[in-house]
Every structure is written in structure tokens, then in C-alpha cells.
């Protein structure tokens, strides 16, 4: 099994900043991917922000204020969320593709809840 434990949430007031955290354990291989996605109330889930051992990919209405990181030493990722605005309000997932029994999953955390408002 893996699991993906998500932590960092909660209430901020706009311009201000959080940061999100996930970390993974289980049994697998390596991790290829991990990434955070959000899903605001009757939204679909959206990309935020994913990396891959050699690059990052940011949806666009958040380039310049959000930064994702990871260490790999503790399976771990990070996304520094910075000038946060009202409309980044929404539950957060992290996201990891790793490879499992010499096959690639995909596995989902809980979510935690991130609002912005005054």
C-alpha cells in the first residue's frame, strides 16, 4: 500500500502565505511524480503544481506566488503558497505516480482545506 498524508491547511487572510505539505509511505520503488491539485466548491479538480525529477509545471493563475518543492530524501513535497488570494480558497490534494511492484500507480491524499478571506 501507499499513502500520501497531507498537512499545512487552514485560514489566511488574503496576501498571506501557507505552506502545504505531503509525505508518502508505503511500499513502493521510487517516486516518479508528485503534485498538488485543488477542487473548489462546484469546481472540477485542477493541476496546481507538479514536479518530476527533472522539472516543474504551474497552472498559470498561480505562477510568480507559488513554489513547489520536494525532498526526496523524505519522500516529501511542498508547496509554498504566497500573495494568496480569495479564489485559491478550495480543498487541496497532493498527488503521487510512483512505481509499485514494477508498476506505476497513481495514489490521491485526503485533501486539506485551504481559505482565504478576511
Known amino acids: 500500500q501507499v499513502q500520501l498524508v497531507e498537512s499545512g491547511g487552514g485560514l489566511v487572510q488574503p496576501g498571506g502565505s501557507l505552506r502545504l505539505s505531503c509525505t508518502a509511505s508505503?511500499?513502493?520503488?521510487?517516486?516518479?511524480?508528485m503534485g498538488w491539485y485543488r477542487q473548489a466548491p462546484g469546481k472540477q479538480r485542477e493541476l496546481v503544481a507538479r514536479?518530476?525529477?527533472?522539472?516543474?509545471n504551474y497552472a498559470d493563475s498561480v505562477k510568480g506566488r507559488f513554489t513547489i518543492s520536494r525532498d526526496s530524501t523524505k519522500d516529501t513535497v511542498y508547496l509554498q503558497m504566497n500573495s494568496l488570494k480569495p479564489e485559491d480558497t478550495a480543498v487541496y490534494y497532493c498527488?503521487?505516480?510512483?512505481?509499485?511492484?514494477?508498476?506505476?500507480?497513481?495514489?490521491w491524499g485526503q485533501g486539506t482545506q485551504v481559505t482565504v478571506s478576511s
Open positions: 514536479i518530476t525529477r527533472g522539472s516543474t
Open positions: 498527488n503521487a505516480d510512483v512505481l509499485r511492484l514494477g508498476v506505476p500507480i497513481s495514489r
Open positions: 508505503g511500499s513502493f520503488i521510487s517516486i516518479n511524480a
